[in-house]
């Protein structure tokens, strides 16, 4: 059985990444790209669908020992973790070197205290768990090649095959390093260059020390801060610039329970919030390089936005579920792709919007084109902004006309009408003011109940949404409104768990609920974040801190979460690492820090 998802940690290169288990498993790698079907798929499935452990030897039928310590070294994707055995103790450090030539996954294994005996054991399984490949020796190099993948296994250790896997028996003492290497291939290519795991180390170390040092944010909560920013670093594409949601598909929202999706694509609200926090705290050229992407993404037709992309900018995401693995935890389906490619959700506007008006703000380099993509979507909200959609959530039932929806089209009006106020763009500046303030008096009358004093989740109806709370974030209401108070106070009342974090909406057990999915979920973080901000916004400073600090407890041992966290198992669920729960952690340390409101 895989870790629970809080026993992962993440390394990665900026196309595609790794989780390792706290055992030493890599249960989890797309080759070559985040999207690419999985080498290791054991975390959704059993060792029969692929997996690569070191660590202590350990008796046959045994648990394998779970390492006494980890952490990254510093501030960078290089993963250290030690076992103390009964004969002494032993490192792993795990990276994959920013791409140059072939994608590698390098582990090199060092003797810190005694004589330890050690076990590599790799079952490559390539298609998500369904093919085994044909591994043999070419020149001296353990090879698996199906199709057409090739993966190429390098190491000075003794190898042998057993079982359909590769195994490595070895000791280490006091100074003793062993490295061992991954590559990947297009089979029907050359073989990919022998592997140098010492100055890819010293290589990979330098990449991210030079990249951190370009972080603007030295607040209190910079710890927390950094590791996110590695982490949303770590989910760009660095090829296009695109920004996957997670690494991750079908790691559930509900042990057990059918919420499983498929997160290795860019959604434009993910990306866009991602990119903002990014320019806050110092990232231009990542910025320009999302800009680019979206342009190239989006290209001449904004009349058919989607709300997510491939990471290259593909639109065709079809899902399908992968019905020989079983599922984290039996949470089945495991689906790849994601259907929701095609939804309106006309809030993601918005924050495209927002963003590329930031991306201005901060004086990121003008692009002419990104002004007229910014126009042309003004032009088809001004048609459709008073339709009915699906909504940030992504719902599988039916349209509704959800608050958050026409609050963030409100955004995409406002911030063009700024654009066009600063003399860098052309449009109808009293028209889209008069629409600007339409859209306001719609969502003012339709979707604030007056008896409850909070605004609801749509139209008509009687039930919250935690993306209520953006409101006074994103300027539609200033905090000190009474509307504003009013919202947040029946949130806290109506969707926090009794440890006071956020659900997104209410859900229905077994029925299907407003989602038109059945089961629940657990709280989910980003909201959860949004709830600590707006507790700042109107006054509840240490209220705010109190909750903030509480969210940073729920970060792993090397400072990751996942989407959510179910406060009946009290653990992390959902994808993994989330960019989307991330981005606000980042997002309220900033707020915080300017309001003077943290601890000693």
């Known amino acids: 059985m895989a870790g629970r998802i809080e026993d992962y940690a993440l390394i990665g290169d900026m196309q595609t990444a790794a989780l390792v288990c706290r055992d030493g498993t890599v249960d989890w790698l ?44 510093g501030d ?56 085994v490949p044909w591994v043999h020796k070419h020149e001296g190099r353990t090879v698996a090649v199906a199709g057409p993948d090739s993966v190429w296994f390098d190491t000075t250790a003794e190898t042998y095959g057993k079982g359909l896997t590769t195994y490595a028996d070895f000791t280490v003492a006091p100074g003793d390093r062993i490295a061992f290497t991954l590559s990947w291939q297009p089979s029907h290519k050359e073989p990919p260059a022998l592997p140098e795991p010492e100055q890819s180390l010293e290589a990979t170390e330098e990449f991210w020390r030079e990249w951190v040092g370009h972080c603007t944010y030295h607040g209190p909560y910079r710890e927390a801060v950094v590791r996110s920013l590695i982490t949303l670093k770590a989910l760009t594409y660095a090829p296009t610039g695109g920004i996957v949601a997670a690494p991750t598909t079908s790691l559930p929202e509900e042990i057990g329970g059918v919420r499983n999706w498929d997160y290795r694509y860019t959604w434009l609200r993910d990306a866009a919030i991602t990119l903002s926090s990014l320019l806050r705290t110092g990232y231009r050229e990542e910025a320009r390089a999302w800009r680019e992407w979206l342009l190239r993404a989006v290209a001449g037709d904004p009349e058919n936005l989607q709300i997510m992309y491939g990471i290259a900018g593909e639109r065709e995401l079809g899902e399908a579920e992968l019905d020989w693995l079983p599922g984290y935890e039996n949470s089945a389906p495991v689906r790849i792709g994601n259907g929701a490619a095609s939804q309106l959700q006309l809030d993601v506007y918005g924050e495209v919007t927002e963003a590329l008006h930031l991306a201005h703000m901060t004086g990121l380099a003008r692009n002419d084109y990104a002004s007229v993509l910014q126009l042309k979507l003004i032009r088809y909200l001004e048609r459709h902004w008073d339709e009915p959609d699906e909504g940030i959530w992504e719902v599988r039932g039916p349209r509704r006309h959800f608050v958050h929806s026409k609050v963030m089209a409100w955004v995409a009006v406002d911030r063009t009408i700024k654009l066009i106020e600063s003399g860098d763009a052309d449009g109808p500046l009293e028209r889209w003011k008069e629409l600007r303030d339409e859209i306001h008096r719609d969502v003012c009358e339709k979707g604030y109940d007056k008896e409850r004093n909070t605004f609801t989740q749509s139209y008509g109806s009687k039930e919250l949404d935690a993306s209520l709370l953006l409101i006074p974030q ?10 504003v108070i009013g919202t947040v106070e029946a949130i806290q009342r109506e969707l926090s768990t009794p440890d006071g974090f956020i659900l997104r909406y209410p859900t229905d057990g077994e029925k299907a609920g407003v989602d038109g999915l059945p089961g629940d979920e657990g709280a989910f973080l980003a909201c959860s974040f949004w709830m600590a901000d707006d507790l700042a916004m109107i006054g509840r400073v240490e209220e705010a801190r109190r909750l903030f600090e509480k969210l940073l407890s729920l970060r792993n041992d090397v400072g990751l979460l996942a989407e959510e966290w179910d406060p009946r198992l009290k653990r992390q669920v959902g994808n993994f690492p989330q960019a989307f729960s991330h981005v606000p952690l980042i997002d309220t340390a900033l707020r915080l820090t300017a309001s003077g409101a943290y601890g000693g």
């Not at 070197?97 to 076990?119: D, H, K, N, T």
């Not at 300027?475 to 409104?481: A, E, K, V």
Request: charged share 25%; proline share 10%.
């Open 30 to 73: 797309c080759l070559p790209r985040f999207d690419s079907h999985a080498v290791f798929a054991g975390l959704l499935g059993t060792e029969e669908h692929g997996f690569w452990r070191l660590g202590p030897a350990h008796a046959a039928g045994a648990e394998p020992p779970r390492a006494a310590r980890r952490s990254y070294r």
């Open 76 to 131: 960078s994707l290089i993963l250290e973790s030690e076992w103390d055995t009964p004969r002494g103790t032993v490192r792993v450090t795990d990276f994959m070197p920013p791409r140059e030539g072939a994608p590698q996954l390098i582990r090199i294994v060092e003797g810190v205290s005694g004589r330890v005996p050690m076990r590599s054991a790799l079952r490559m399984r390539f298609s998500y768990g369904r093919i």
């Open 474 to 483: 994103v300027g539609f209401l200033p905090p000190d409104d009474k509307r």
